[in-house]
């Protein structure tokens, strides 16, 4: 008995730096978003007076001012749209491109797989400028769901590698028995592979979700009506209006509205998006 409590003392004393380092980094990482927050509910005299003291109330009328008279609510609603477009697009052509490069081989199968793989380590910035002149030609700029296409594509060659090792991890015997009962290669892959792999592919779509919503260069260039800009650009641009303005109270309120979607679809998805990058998406 005394062995064990000894045991397990040392295993906790070992642990103590590691608690410590992790506190540390919580502290590090989570008081940004907590003051950031503050802020968003303080009057701009608090802020200009002492940006560390706590709220007297809660200026409810800075996320007012934010939604109306900052325009985020219309920068809201084209991101949702934006986005949502996307995150369709990517999974109507990712899926199966994915399911297909790890079920079948064929000749240019391992060289489609290996581009895909280069092309992650290539970034929408790089090329801007091409892509902006070839969507000009084709009047396709200022496009809400041309941008969201760009988006997509972008995203395909991550996405399609996560899913192909997800594809990958499920053995082949689900396809025979499918094959045997009469499904079509479709089929198999709609009603068979689609659900066993659907932890993979809601992961892969909820890590694209987070990169469209935050994207910022490529909106910037493509989308040139105000109308129709996004959530990251609204809020660019709301700053620089806050230099010249004071109502700071407003601009943090904006801020806490560009952070809210992610962090809550996190919070309550965190525990899938890290297993399911650890049992497959990473293997392929």
């Given at each position: 008995?005394?062995?064990?409590?000894?045991?397990?003392?040392?295993?906790?004393?070992?642990?103590?730096?590691?608690?410590?380092?992790?506190?540390?980094?919580?502290?590090?990482?989570?008081?940004?978003?907590?003051?950031?927050?503050?802020?968003?509910?303080?009057?701009?005299?608090?802020?200009?007076?002492?940006?560390?003291?706590?709220?007297?109330?809660?200026?409810?009328?800075?996320?007012?001012?934010?939604?109306?008279?900052?325009?985020?609510?219309?920068?809201?609603?084209?991101?949702?749209?934006?986005?949502?477009?996307?995150?369709?697009?990517?999974?109507?052509?990712?899926?199966?491109?994915?399911?297909?490069?790890?079920?079948?081989?064929?000749?240019?199968?391992?060289?489609?797989?290996?581009?895909?793989?280069?092309?992650?380590?290539?970034?929408?910035?790089?090329?801007?400028?091409?892509?902006?002149?070839?969507?000009?030609?084709?009047?396709?700029?200022?496009?809400?769901?041309?941008?969201?296409?760009?988006?997509?594509?972008?995203?395909?060659?991550?996405?399609?590698?996560?899913?192909?090792?997800?594809?990958?991890?499920?053995?082949?015997?689900?396809?025979?028995?499918?094959?045997?009962?009469?499904?079509?290669?479709?089929?198999?892959?709609?009603?068979?592979?689609?659900?066993?792999?659907?932890?993979?592919?809601?992961?892969?779509?909820?890590?694209?979700?987070?990169?469209?919503?935050?994207?910022?260069?490529?909106?910037?260039?493509?989308?040139?009506?105000?109308?129709?800009?996004?959530?990251?650009?609204?809020?660019?641009?709301?700053?620089?209006?806050?230099?010249?303005?004071?109502?700071?109270?407003?601009?943090?309120?904006?801020?806490?509205?560009?952070?809210?979607?992610?962090?809550?679809?996190?919070?309550?998805?965190?525990?899938?998006?890290t297993s399911g990058l650890s049992i497959g998406g990473l293997k392929g």
């Amino acid at each position: 008995m005394n062995i064990q409590k000894k045991s397990k003392r040392a295993e906790f004393m070992r642990r103590i730096p590691v608690r410590f380092f992790l506190l540390i980094y919580t502290v590090i990482i989570g008081f940004p978003l907590v003051w950031t927050i503050m802020m968003s509910f303080k009057t701009n005299t608090e802020i200009l007076t002492d940006p560390w003291k706590l709220p007297s109330g809660f200026a409810v009328e800075n996320y007012v001012n934010a939604f109306t008279k900052a325009k985020m609510a219309d920068y809201f609603l084209n991101s949702v749209l934006v986005v949502i477009l996307s995150v369709a697009v990517l999974a109507l052509v990712a899926v199966p491109a994915a399911y297909v490069l790890s079920r079948y081989v064929f000749k240019g199968s391992r060289l489609i797989q290996n581009m895909y793989m280069a092309c992650i380590f290539v970034q929408g910035t790089y090329l801007m400028v091409p892509l902006f002149l070839e969507m000009m030609d084709f009047h396709m700029l200022d496009n809400r769901f041309w941008i969201s296409v760009v988006y997509a594509v972008m995203q395909f060659p991550f996405t399609i590698f996560l899913l192909t090792g997800f594809f990958g991890e499920i053995p082949k015997e689900y396809d025979e028995a499918a094959k045997v009962d009469g499904s079509s290669p479709f089929q198999t892959m709609f009603w068979v592979m689609i659900p066993m792999a659907k932890s993979g592919i809601v992961t892969a779509l909820m890590l694209a979700f987070m990169g469209f919503w935050n994207e910022y260069p490529l909106a910037l260039i493509l989308l040139q009506s105000d109308e129709k800009k996004t959530l990251p650009i609204g809020l660019a641009n709301l700053f620089e209006v806050q230099k010249y303005a004071t109502d700071w109270g407003a601009l943090f309120a904006a801020l806490v509205i560009v952070m809210l979607p992610t962090a809550i679809i996190y919070a309550f998805t965190h525990k899938r998006l890290t297993s399911g990058l650890s049992i497959g998406g990473l293997k392929g």
